[in-house]
């Protein structure tokens, strides 16, 4: 199947991941200029009011990209929506999205028939995120264009499956837009992606460690710091099961090797409190790719990383690559 045409905008295959709290429009607007998919996601906007101005200072920044780099034009960008019941803002961001048109909508936490109308409503194309086979065809069922698969050491709310078995039963009855999550920081991990039969590269940890992420400098720098053996998987701070870095559990005043079971049905997504901290701002979320992140960069710099390193990855192919 042929990528929907905003899809094809992007000048390389991968979309920066959203992160909750951290992607701000300075971020999105330095993805998509520098040829990625940047996302964020709706409830980053603080108050509600704020999406509205931010989506404003996205569209009108990229449109001025666009007139004076018609050689370079920028990827689109994408906004998240958690669809969730817990999330009462959905309304009232869908329309927001709607004034604005936003091209690529990322769905989380359930799927939905309304939401997938809307977007389609204004000409958007939906992307829903999804840790098993079993949730990828209610997604296609209830009319999301593509999927997002959320794999083993992918950061935050993650699952558990290897990408290779998760992409590999997605394909046999799924051709549409597939991006693919899961300790990919490097160039050779997204031409891996793409190998394994995926369309996109989903990054989303490696962009925390950049100069326009809105993260604490401590955040940073410990993922810089740290790699895989450095990742706590744990449901407590949001009731689903995610991967978060170890040290910032530690400094919670909390064993990260003997983290108890949350109750799924008490879930949390940042506006509450979790363990004594606010998960995502106290308690870091964080992939297990970081251990090729080496220094802190602007935004631009780790795309040209992985662009060099795709290109080097093919090179060692050799002609079969």
């Given at each position: 199947?042929?990528?929907?045409?905003?899809?094809?905008?992007?000048?390389?295959p991968?979309?920066g991941?959203?992160?909750?709290?951290?992607s701000?429009?300075?971020?999105v607007i330095a993805?998509?200029?520098?040829?990625?998919?940047?996302?964020?996601?709706?409830?980053n906007?603080?108050?509600?009011s704020?999406?509205?101005?931010?989506?404003?200072?996205?569209?009108?920044?990229?449109?001025?990209?666009?007139?004076?780099?018609p050689?370079?034009?920028?990827?689109?960008?994408a906004?998240?929506?958690?669809v969730?019941?817990?999330?009462?803002?959905?309304?009232?961001?869908l329309?927001v999205?709607?004034?604005?048109?936003?091209?690529?909508?990322i769905?989380?936490?359930?799927?939905?028939?309304?939401?997938?109308?809307?977007?389609?409503?204004?000409?958007?194309?939906?992307?829903?995120?999804?840790?098993?086979?079993?949730?990828?065809?209610?997604?296609?069922?209830?009319?999301?264009?593509?999927?997002?698969?959320?794999?083993?050491?992918a950061?935050?709310?993650a699952?558990?499956?290897?990408?290779?078995?998760l992409?590999?039963?997605?394909?046999?009855?799924?051709?549409?837009?597939l991006?693919?999550?899961?300790?990919?920081?490097?160039?050779?991990?997204?031409?891996?992606?793409?190998?394994?039969?995926?369309?996109?590269?989903?990054?989303?940890?490696a962009?925390?460690?950049t100069?326009?992420?809105r993260?604490?400098d401590?955040?940073?720098?410990?993922?810089?710091d740290?790699?895989?053996?450095?990742?706590?998987?744990?449901?407590l701070?949001?009731?689903?099961?995610?991967n978060?870095?170890?040290?910032?559990?530690?400094a919670a005043?909390?064993?990260?090797?003997?983290?108890?079971?949350?109750?799924?049905?008490?879930?949390?997504?940042?506006?509450a409190?979790?363990?004594?901290s606010?998960?995502?701002k106290?308690?870091w979320?964080?992939?297990?790719?970081?251990?090729?992140?080496?220094?802190v960069?602007?935004?631009?710099?780790?795309?040209?990383?992985l662009?060099?390193?795709?290109q080097?990855?093919?090179r060692?192919?050799?002609?079969t690559?």
């Open positions: 199947m042929t990528l929907p045409p905003v899809l094809q905008r992007a000048r390389l991968i979309i991941a959203p992160l909750f709290i951290i701000n429009p300075k971020l993805q998509c200029t520098a040829g990625v998919i940047g996302s964020m996601p709706s409830l906007a603080r108050p509600a704020q999406l509205d101005e931010w989506l404003a200072e996205i569209t009108e920044t990229l449109a001025a990209w666009d007139r004076d780099h050689d370079q034009p920028a990827a689109p960008f906004i998240n929506q958690i969730h019941k817990s999330n009462d803002r959905l309304e009232h961001d329309q999205c709607a004034k604005y048109k936003v091209p690529i909508v769905t989380s936490l359930g799927a939905r028939v309304d939401v997938n109308e809307a977007v389609h409503g204004w000409g958007g194309v939906v992307l829903h995120d999804i840790i098993n086979n079993a949730f990828a065809h209610k997604a296609i069922e209830k009319g999301a264009d593509g999927l997002i698969a959320v794999a083993a050491g950061g935050g709310h699952g558990v499956k290897s990408p290779f078995a992409v590999q039963e997605i394909r046999e009855w799924f051709d549409g837009p991006a693919l999550s899961g300790a990919i920081g490097s160039g050779a991990g997204v031409l891996a992606a793409l190998a394994a039969g995926a369309d996109f590269a989903y990054i989303g940890s962009f925390i460690a100069e326009e992420a993260a604490s401590a955040y940073k720098q410990c993922i810089v740290s790699n895989s053996d450095d990742i706590v998987y744990s449901n701070f949001t009731g689903v099961h995610g978060y870095l170890k040290p910032s559990i530690v005043g909390m064993d990260p090797d003997h983290l108890p079971e949350s109750d799924p049905s008490k879930m949390n997504f940042g506006g409190e979790a363990a004594k606010k998960a995502w106290d308690i979320g964080c992939g297990q790719g970081i251990g090729a992140v080496k220094a960069v602007p935004a631009a710099q780790l795309v040209a990383r662009t060099d390193e795709m080097a990855a093919r060692r192919l050799g002609p690559g």
